[in-house]
């Protein structure tokens, strides 16, 4: 009984020694505390040395918990900035997070940037149809909307043969026309398409979620494969994955489209809609942009759309046409026996195609126009549309040979414009890969 009462007594000595060293060491750490500046120093309330939680920015107290004094934090944690972005806490939690948070265009609210993504070929300087048709809506957009993007579609225009040296000047004749036009690189990214990778590493991605009947049902496929005699290049059938990779590769919310191209952003918001099915919500849904201007036709013609690729030389008006050569295309525009200026696409195409010329060419309504060209003969009124044309191309002219003169500084834009662009889908493409299972 002694033997185990003294055992249990040493026990206590023990206790009692160890407890001694404890508050000795507490004191001492106490001590060294209260030395220290009190504008160097960490907290002092229960020796916590973490100022304040690791939460998100917009939770993160200016006192600290335990004891309400504030916290010096630029002399605690001088590696650590003050963050700029009020992000959402879920972003915090992972860098993907983060990616999504900013490319998603989510400052504290669940919003999407609105960015605007439109594309053209490079087939030499443009005609009208493509001016009033595109690039006058492009130099309109660019004011109105801050995130616009405009690629020259090189890589698109493989779909039909090129010679590599015809293919290098449209680039730049292309280039050159734009600008002249108003586009801006200012306000807009303006680049080549094939100087951003990712366009086609993320056609292949989202090729492989495409099936094949759907891309043979496209009346492009069949048209063109039609004109060039042959069955078709696999590059001709899956183009239009192409154009899905190039508007979702920015995250675009809207693209400025024609109607023959309604099926192809159609094709795209089905490819973002599977990939967000499979992957989780990742891609906003493109929306089209209808351009107001009715399609304008070709001058030899009227049932077919005006296109540079037209065999009949008289039928496409180029923007860079001199004064002569509108004035002998709009006198050859085929219209029909009525003399008089009316405007019935169904039942005067011909006709009907000049008033829409004149109409876009002038800013003014049809019926305007029809006002203006009473009592006038269809011979008549066709030199007054082709001086409604020439005065408007004329400046426009003049520029596109200034431009031409300095292909250094045409180079430079396209160059400039993919440095940006690749900026900006380096990111989204990079969280592409991640959500695939590339890395």
């Given at each position: 009984?002694?033997?185990w009462?003294?055992?249990?007594?040493?026990?206590?000595?023990e206790?009692?020694?160890?407890?001694?060293?404890?508050?000795?060491?507490r004191?001492?750490?106490?001590?060294?505390?209260?030395?220290?500046?009190?504008?160097?120093?960490?907290?002092?309330?229960?020796?916590?040395?973490?100022p304040?939680?690791?939460?998100?920015?917009?939770?993160?107290?200016?006192?600290?918990?335990?004891?309400g004094?504030?916290?010096d934090?630029?002399?605690?944690l001088?590696?650590?900035?003050?963050?700029?972005?009020?992000?959402?806490?879920?972003?915090?939690?992972?860098?993907?997070?983060?990616?999504?948070?900013?490319?998603?265009g989510t400052?504290?609210?669940?919003?999407v940037?609105?960015?605007?993504?439109?594309?053209?070929?490079p087939?030499?300087?443009?005609?009208?149809?493509?001016?009033?048709?595109?690039?006058?809506?492009?130099?309109n957009?660019?004011e109105?909307?801050?995130?616009?993007?405009?690629?020259?579609?090189?890589?698109?225009?493989?779909?039909?043969?090129?010679?590599?040296?015809?293919?290098?000047?449209?680039?730049?004749?292309t280039?050159?026309?734009?600008?002249?036009?108003?586009?801006?690189?200012?306000?807009?990214?303006?680049?080549?398409?094939s100087?951003?990778?990712?366009h086609?590493?993320?056609?292949?991605?989202?090729?492989?979620?495409?099936?094949?009947?759907?891309?043979?049902?496209?009346?492009?496929?069949?048209m063109?494969?039609?004109?060039?005699?042959?069955?078709?290049?696999?590059?001709?059938?899956?183009?239009?994955?192409?154009?899905?990779?190039?508007?979702?590769?920015?995250k675009?919310?809207?693209?400025?489209v024609?109607?023959?191209?309604?099926?192809?952003?159609?094709?795209?918001?089905?490819?973002?809609?599977?990939?967000?099915?499979?992957?989780?919500?990742?891609?906003?849904?493109?929306?089209?942009?209808?351009?107001?201007?009715?399609?304008?036709?070709?001058?030899?013609?009227?049932?077919?759309?005006m296109s540079?690729?037209?065999?009949?030389?008289?039928a496409?008006?180029?923007i860079?046409?001199?004064p002569?050569?509108?004035?002998?295309?709009?006198?050859?525009?085929?219209t029909?026996?009525?003399?008089?200026?009316t405007?019935?696409?169904?039942?005067?195409?011909?006709?009907?195609?000049l008033?829409?010329?004149?109409?876009?060419?002038?800013g003014?309504s049809i019926?305007?126009?029809?006002?203006?060209?009473?009592?006038?003969?269809?011979?008549?009124?066709?030199?007054?549309?082709?001086?409604?044309?020439?005065?408007?191309?004329?400046?426009?002219?003049n520029?596109?040979?200034?431009?031409?003169?300095?292909?250094?500084?045409?180079?430079?834009?396209?160059e400039?414009?993919?440095?940006?662009?690749?900026?900006?889908?380096?990111?989204?493409?990079?969280?592409?890969?991640?959500?695939?299972?590339?890395?």
């Amino acid at each position: 009984m002694q033997g185990w009462r003294r055992r249990r007594l040493g026990c206590a000595a023990e206790r009692h020694r160890f407890k001694g060293i404890r508050q000795v060491r507490r004191e001492s750490r106490k001590t060294r505390m209260d030395s220290l500046p009190p504008e160097k120093g960490p907290c002092q309330c229960r020796s916590q040395h973490r100022p304040f939680p690791v939460t998100a920015p917009h939770h993160r107290p200016l006192r600290h918990r335990a004891c309400g004094t504030c916290a010096d934090l630029t002399a605690l944690l001088p590696c650590f900035p003050p963050p700029r972005l009020f992000l959402p806490a879920f972003a915090m939690a992972t860098p993907s997070g983060l990616i999504r948070a900013l490319h998603r265009g989510t400052l504290g609210q669940n919003a999407v940037m609105d960015r605007i993504f439109s594309g053209i070929q490079p087939t030499g300087t443009p005609h009208l149809g493509n001016y009033l048709g595109a690039i006058q809506n492009w130099v309109n957009l660019q004011e109105k909307c801050s995130s616009v993007l405009y690629s020259i579609m090189d890589m698109h225009s493989l779909t039909m043969p090129k010679e590599p040296a015809v293919l290098r000047q449209n680039i730049l004749d292309t280039t050159a026309a734009i600008l002249a036009c108003g586009i801006d690189p200012r306000k807009c990214f303006l680049f080549r398409q094939s100087l951003v990778p990712e366009h086609a590493e993320l056609a292949w991605i989202l090729g492989c979620l495409t099936n094949v009947p759907r891309l043979l049902r496209l009346p492009q496929w069949k048209m063109k494969r039609a004109s060039q005699n042959s069955e078709g290049t696999v590059g001709l059938l899956t183009y239009p994955v192409l154009q899905a990779a190039d508007i979702l590769l920015y995250k675009s919310t809207r693209v400025p489209v024609g109607e023959d191209q309604v099926l192809h952003l159609e094709l795209a918001q089905d490819i973002a809609q599977h990939f967000n099915k499979k992957y989780g919500e990742f891609f906003p849904v493109p929306k089209a942009i209808l351009s107001t201007t009715k399609k304008i036709k070709s001058l030899r013609d009227p049932s077919v759309k005006m296109s540079k690729s037209d065999p009949q030389k008289l039928a496409t008006v180029n923007i860079a046409d001199s004064p002569d050569e509108i004035v002998l295309k709009f006198r050859k525009a085929v219209t029909d026996f009525t003399s008089e200026v009316t405007y019935d696409p169904a039942a005067r195409p011909g006709v009907s195609n000049l008033v829409s010329i004149h109409a876009a060419v002038t800013g003014l309504s049809i019926k305007e126009v029809l006002h203006q060209a009473t009592g006038l003969d269809t011979a008549r009124y066709k030199m007054m549309v082709a001086e409604s044309v020439i005065q408007k191309f004329a400046p426009i002219r003049n520029e596109i040979k200034k431009l031409q003169e300095d292909k250094s500084h045409l180079i430079k834009v396209l160059e400039d414009g993919a440095e940006k662009a690749k900026e900006l889908a380096a990111p989204i493409y990079q969280e592409i890969r991640r959500l695939v299972g590339f890395q």
